[in-house]
């Protein structure tokens, strides 16, 4: 934005939201209309045939206000009658009801084209009317290049040689924009102010008259010869930086890519050093920065690009570095202004200055003599960082054409690096979710060993819907769970967890796999059509050395055969994925040995564009196959194998489980009756068959648990058995049991009552302990940490 005015900006109207049509009119060298476009005619009445070939005066009651009044008197005030620059402003159309905003550009060069003018209804803005055109110093610049693009869409016929001039030639002057936001307002002025090539014909005029010597003469451009060239060539040549930088930054979304891209697009060709800071916000791929920086905010210089010796900007301005910038330098003017701050050239006096704000280090060397330019980068109006720039001393210093370009650059700059700022803190944003919604999974189960391993997707937005979890279940068994959420995203992540957590709670009333599935599939129709997933739900009982296996239209698992190594996919009723609804999910139940290996997947393994899915199953049973020295090992063996890169686009969930199985020397059950004198029994049986395995060290201790959990079992048993179970793992685990479906709890008990203590004992003494349905009542467990002798 240009800030080269003293006068007072006006007061900001209430925006309106939108985009307003535009009229759009192209003259000749002669003053007959060449494009009349069907803004134009809809704006005011005439049709593209009879409006081509016209004297544009005819037509645009605004024409006259750009013609060289034949005599001094006839200049409209408010108009200043300057030739060669760009006016806008207010006029009345047609019998004198139509009301228009105008803005108009002289063009000169070599094509025919040599007025444009732009048109719009101002009674489509509501509120306008009450304004009164005045100066307005604030003037939206648009992507040069990008208009450039868009002037044959809305000129048809006019091909990129004289779309690009045109642009050339605008650029200079200013191109207002008509797209409305509750952050813009309209520039409806009668004058911009002069352009700068105006003034600095006006300075020449006057230096020519105090020297005595005759201006140079115009040329039909108003002029003087030969140097509209020049400055045509300097625009054009801006222009091309400016393209050439745009194509080259932004290439990716990552952070650190696209500040390397922005540093060092601008060297050597428009500065012999460029640093980059960056606040630390942004960096660390956070939020958006609140508020304006200060003396206490702290800055990241993130690279550092020069054509001078290597090493020679090393220890002074170190890349890395955090820094606050003081406060009577001119970085911290600039961080805090958000605007360029140009310094043609630093002398020794403003370098001794400049280095004397910062503490242990010597700026003068590297400073002094050069011309310096530090621009912001900015998006929505925040400063996120800023680019310092500077020239050696000998080359041209810089100056306000190059404060508009670096300006331009900045602004370019910023909205790439904010576009990459957001991509990662959505992307950590995503990871957190993510990371949080997986379980952390104990590798050692009941009977089993565990190892899984999750692989975000290769695509943008990378988190998926795809999870696994190990649930531990009554009777010393396992729920091993797959399952993918279709689509990604944060929303697929969010259906995720929500379906985690509810198959971790129907897991906890002991429901079999069938009927947790259909629970689940009327739970994600209730809430909502587009809950769709596929689930795989497996049990597995190392006592019996039994998998009972329900899918919910899941790839199939695959089983390894600990006998002789064989891999293959198990034969299951495939069922409809988890939210069609209507349809039965039936169960099936597998024997399995000790040592047999059980490996689920997500489909972004095995899934591979432009390949048979049947094809990656069938090498996901090959290297499932591979012996492996742990479970860590198969998974890693696994993903080495079908994570091919880049063909994979899908995240990967994979879980992969040896079942060991308890021996039954490990395994020791009573039925007791559901007697008081019973609970004494149930200590003796505990203490022996602790003694003869070995762990007779940790029998006081189980003895004291036991007699707890026995004792509230026996007082709220509906009949007369209670079950009691140990089993002999890395644990002591013990199980209770009884036909009472109503689950205990910790309680607060007065001291005077002689119940509802013992759970408060379970809890102090036990390594963990709790409490499930089953189909017949409910167990109550505990484990026991041991001490190996």
């Known amino acids: 934005m240009d800030r080269g005015t003293s006068e007072p900006v006006p007061a900001q109207r209430e925006a309106v939201p939108g985009r307003i049509p535009l009229a759009v009119v192209v003259a000749g060298a002669t003053g007959l209309v060449t494009h009349w476009s069907s803004g134009a005619r809809k704006l005011f009445g005439t049709g593209r045939a009879d409006a081509v070939g016209r004297p544009v005066a005819d037509l645009l009651p605004v024409y006259g ?22 006016r806008a402003g207010r006029a009345r159309a047609g019998d004198g009801t139509l009301d228009i905003l105008w803005w108009a550009y002289p063009l000169a060069g070599p094509g025919p084209e040599r007025l444009l003018v732009l048109a719009a209804d ?56 008509l797209e409305i936001s509750h952050h813009e307002q309209i520039p409806v002025t ?5 352009p700068k090539y105006v003034e600095r014909r006006a300075r020449r005029q006057r230096a020519a008259a105090a020297g005595g010597q005759a ?20 625009v054009r040549e801006r222009l091309e930086f400016l393209n050439e930088v745009s194509g080259g930054i932004g290439t990716s979304l990552d952070l650190e890519r696209t500040i390397r891209e922005v540093t060092s697009a601008a060297v050597p060709r428009f500065t012999d050093f460029a640093g980059t800071h960056l606040r630390a916000a942004v960096l660390a791929g956070e939020g958006f920065p609140d508020g304006p920086p200060d003396v206490t905010t702290v800055w990241h210089r993130v690279w550092v690009e020069h054509n001078d010796e290597p090493g020679r900007w090393d220890d002074t301005v170190p890349v890395g570095e955090a820094i606050a910038f003081p406060e009577h330098t001119p970085f911290f003017q600039c961080m805090v202004s958000g605007e360029p701050v140009l310094i043609p050239r630093i002398g020794e006096e403003l370098a001794n200055r400049i280095s004397g704000q910062f503490e242990k280090r010597d700026l003068r060397p590297l400073i002094t003599g050069r011309s310096m330019l530090v621009v912001p980068l900015k998006a929505r ?34 909205l790439v690096l904010d576009n990459a700022r ?48 190990t649930i531990k279940l009554p009777g010393s068994r396992t729920a091993l769970v797959v399952g993918d959420v279709m689509g990604h995203g944060l929303n697929s992540a969010a259906m995720m967890g929500q379906l985690r957590t509810a198959v971790q709670t129907m897991a906890a009333l002991d429901l079999p796999p069938g009927q947790l599935l259909r629970n689940l599939d009327d739970l994600a129709q209730r809430l909502g059509e587009h809950y769709l997933a596929t689930c795989l739900y497996a049990v597995y009982d190392p006592i019996r050395s039994e998998l009972c296996i329900a899918n919910a239209g899941h790839i199939p698992p695959v089983l390894v055969r600990a006998e002789d190594g064989r891999s293959s996919l198990l034969d299951l009723p495939t069922g409809a994925p988890i939210g069609v609804g209507g349809v039965p999910f039936e169960a099936r139940t597998v024997r399995v040995a000790p040592g047999d290996r059980l490996v689920l997947c997500t489909d972004g393994l095995v899934e591979v564009r432009g390949q048979d899915i049947g094809t990656g199953l069938a090498a996901l049973c090959e290297s499932a196959a591979h012996p492996a020295a742990s479970m860590d090992a198969a998974c890693d063996a696994i993903i080495r194998a079908l994570n091919t890169g880049d063909s994979r686009k899908d995240d990967v969930a ?115 302990w709790g409490a499930s349905h089953t189909g017949r009542g409910k167990t109550v467990w505990f484990e026991q940490s041991l001490v190996r002798p």
């Open 122 to 177: 101002a009674t489509a803005l509501p509120g306008l009317a009450r304004v009164t055109p005045a100066f307005a110093p604030h003037t939206t610049f648009p992507d040069p290049d990008g208009l450039a693009r868009r002037l044959p869409d809305i000129l048809p016929g006019m091909g990129p040689a004289a779309s690009e001039r045109i642009v050339a030639q605008i650029l200079e002057l200013g191109y207002p924009t």
């Open 215 to 234: 201006a140079p003469a115009p040329d039909a451009a108003g002029e003087p010869a030969g140097e509209s060239d020049l400055e045509y060539a300097a």
């Open 422 to 469: 957001m991509y990662t803190y959505q992307e950590n944003v995503a990871d957190t979710l993510q990371d949080s919604m997986l379980p952390q999974l104990s590798p050692r189960m009941a009977g089993c060993d565990t190892a899984t391993r999750y692989l975000p997707g290769t695509r943008l937005g990378r988190v998926g819907g795809d999870w696994f979890d």
């Open 65 to 86: 206000a750009f013609r060289e009044p034949d005599d001094p008197g006839e200049q409209d005030a408010a108009i200043p009658a300057v030739p060669g620059y760009a």
């Open 381 to 414: 109006n925040v400063v996120l960082g800023f680019m310092v720039l500077m020239r050696r001393d000998g080359r041209e210093p810089f100056n306000d054409m190059d404060r508009t370009t670096g300006a331009e650059l900045a602004a370019r700059a910023g």
């Open 654 to 768: 994979l879980l992969v489980a040896r079942l060991n199985g308890i021996p039954p020397g490990h395994v020791a059950q009573w039925s007791l009756p559901a007697q008081a004198d019973e609970v004494p029994r149930a200590r003796r049986l505990v203490r022996d068959r602790l003694a003869a395995w070995g762990l007779a060290t940790a029998a006081p201790v189980a003895e004291q648990l036991v007699g707890e959990v026995v004792g509230n079992a026996v007082r709220h048993a509906e009949t007369r058995q209670v079950g009691l179970r140990l089993v002999r793992t890395d644990v002591l685990l013990c199980e209770v049991t009884d036909d009472d479906h109503t689950l205990p709890g910790l309680l607060a008990v007065a001291p005077d009552e002689e119940y509802g203590r013992g759970l408060r004992v379970v809890s102090a003494l036990a390594r963990e």
């Open 190 to 194: 009668h004058d911009w102010g002069l």
